[in-house]
């Protein structure tokens, strides 16, 4: 097995050059990079990372932290935001360990799930998903000066980088494409009051009913539990909206599993979606392009996410200070059968 030895031996240079190709490749000549790196694949030479990356204090290695879901892991919103992160990892040659606890696990146990990466210096770095309003994984880590960036804002007084979509923005587009078909009674079936995301899209259905001039309507207010079954909630606040004085013609939706009970609960109550109700869901899942007729959906770049949330934090860690490290991105609202003029 070829030895660092071997390879600064037949590239003519120091131990210490070879050292720097591997570690600190800015500091070395890009003719003499070029040709160390060049023995080092003929040779098949592997770097003893455990030992090097003890020498520097570092791991090379960022955590992706997410609670667990009724969703399928399958699903885009999983597979094209992870594509995304893992692509830049390796592009910029770090390694990505995946990181999870239950839906129902207490905020003590959460908590330690941060405090293991954090004590045993395992990781680098970390990426925080589906933040909360008052996040106490941020709150940990900013106190602990961890390296993180985050899916999502938050509430605290911390600065921190981010990436997130502009969900206030998305929903209000939802509520005037909607009000432009003819709908007056717009409900909506929001995701969980805990989460940060859940509360810019609820503010965006107040805010486009607002610029429209339809009168907010609690009654046609829903937010799904943190515990609860998302698509049961769905269903059970259809059926419920259906049954009032003046039922609503129209519905958005903050979640692809909600949307999947909202039009259980239209199919249960003897209604049809596209034709009696128009739905508007967030998230362009798979399902959602093959129910009849489709459904019209807010799609994330969900790979573009992955990848600038993974940036940011691995500038962060190599010392880089960008000047834009909180990003906002647009959505973009997929027309399809499931809306129609009244």
Same mark, same amino acid.
Request: charged residues 25%; hydrophobic residues 35%; negative net charge.
């Given at each position: 097995?070829?030895?660092?030895?071997?390879?600064?031996?037949?590239?003519?240079?120091?131990?210490?050059?070879?050292?720097?190709?591997?570690?600190?490749? !800015?500091?070395?000549?890009?003719?003499?990079?070029?040709?160390?790196? $060049?023995?080092?694949?003929?040779?098949?030479?592997?770097?003893?990372?455990?030992?090097?990356?003890?020498?520097?204090?570092?791991?090379?290695?960022?955590?992706?932290?997410?609670?667990?879901?009724?969703?399928?892991?399958?699903?885009?919103?999983?597979?094209?935001?992870?594509?995304?992160?893992?692509? *830049?990892?390796?592009?910029?040659?770090? %390694?990505?360990?995946?990181?999870?606890?239950?839906?129902?696990?207490?905020?003590?146990?959460?908590?330690?799930?941060?405090?293991?990466?954090?004590?045993?210096?395992?990781?680098?770095?970390?990426?925080?998903?589906?933040?909360?309003?008052?996040?106490?994984?941020?709150?940990?880590?900013?106190?602990?000066?961890? $390296?993180?960036?985050?899916?999502?804002?938050?509430?605290?007084?911390?600065?921190?980088?981010?990436?997130?979509?502009?969900?206030?923005?998305?929903?209000?587009?939802?509520?005037?494409?909607?009000?432009?078909?003819?709908?007056?009674?717009?409900?909506?079936?929001?995701?969980?009051?805990?989460?940060?995301?859940?509360?810019?899209?609820?503010?965006?259905? %107040? *805010?486009?009913?607002?610029?429209?001039?339809?009168?907010?309507?609690?009654?046609?207010?829903?937010?799904?539990?943190?515990?609860?079954?998302?698509?049961?909630?769905?269903?059970?606040?259809?059926?419920?909206?259906?049954?009032?004085?003046?039922?609503?013609?129209?519905?958005?939706?903050?979640?692809?599993?909600?949307? +999947?009970?909202?039009?259980?609960?239209?199919? $249960?109550?003897?209604? %049809?979606?596209?034709?009696?109700?128009?739905?508007?869901?967030?998230?362009?899942?798979?399902?959602?392009?093959?129910?009849?007729?489709? +459904?019209?959906?807010?799609?994330?770049?969900?790979?573009?996410?992955?990848?600038?949330?993974? !940036?940011?934090?691995?500038?962060?860690?190599?010392?880089?200070?960008? !000047?834009?490290?909180?990003?906002?991105?647009?959505?973009?609202?997929?027309?399809?059968?499931?809306?129609?003029?009244?």
């Amino acid at each position: 097995m070829p030895t660092i030895d071997d390879v600064a031996r037949k590239a003519g240079v120091s131990l210490g050059t070879v050292s720097n190709v591997l570690n600190n490749p !800015e500091k070395v000549k890009p003719a003499t990079r070029d040709r160390v790196l $060049k023995i080092i694949e003929e040779t098949g030479f592997h770097p003893n990372l455990s030992a090097r990356n003890l020498s520097r204090s570092k791991t090379d290695t960022i955590a992706l932290i997410y609670p667990f879901s009724q969703r399928r892991r399958t699903e885009h919103y999983y597979s094209d935001f992870l594509a995304g992160t893992t692509d *830049t990892c390796f592009r910029l040659n770090y %390694r990505l360990m995946l990181s999870s606890y239950p839906r129902d696990v207490s905020e003590k146990e959460k908590l330690r799930n941060y405090e293991e990466l954090t004590n045993g210096s395992a990781v680098d770095g970390i990426v925080i998903t589906r933040t909360e309003r008052n996040d106490s994984a941020i709150q940990l880590l900013s106190d602990r000066q961890q $390296k993180f960036a985050a899916l999502g804002r938050c509430d605290l007084p911390i600065d921190f980088p981010w990436v997130d979509v502009d969900g206030a923005k998305a929903v209000r587009e939802a509520v005037h494409y909607l009000y432009n078909l003819g709908h007056r009674r717009i409900a909506y079936v929001g995701t969980p009051a805990l989460f940060t995301f859940s509360l810019h899209r609820s503010e965006g259905y %107040r *805010t486009g009913l607002e610029e429209v001039g339809i009168e907010f309507d609690e009654d046609l207010v829903i937010l799904a539990s943190v515990a609860g079954n998302e698509i049961e909630a769905g269903e059970n606040g259809m059926v419920g909206f259906l049954k009032v004085e003046a039922p609503p013609s129209a519905v958005i939706v903050g979640g692809g599993q909600l949307a +999947i009970g909202v039009v259980n609960g239209i199919e $249960k109550s003897g209604y %049809r979606v596209g034709t009696d109700i128009s739905v508007i869901s967030f998230d362009d899942t798979d399902w959602s392009t093959h129910y009849s007729p489709p +459904i019209t959906t807010i799609r994330q770049p969900l790979y573009e996410m992955g990848k600038l949330v993974a !940036e940011l934090l691995i500038k962060s860690i190599a010392g880089e200070e960008p !000047e834009d490290h909180h990003i906002l991105l647009n959505t973009e609202l997929v027309i399809r059968g499931s809306c129609k003029k009244v």
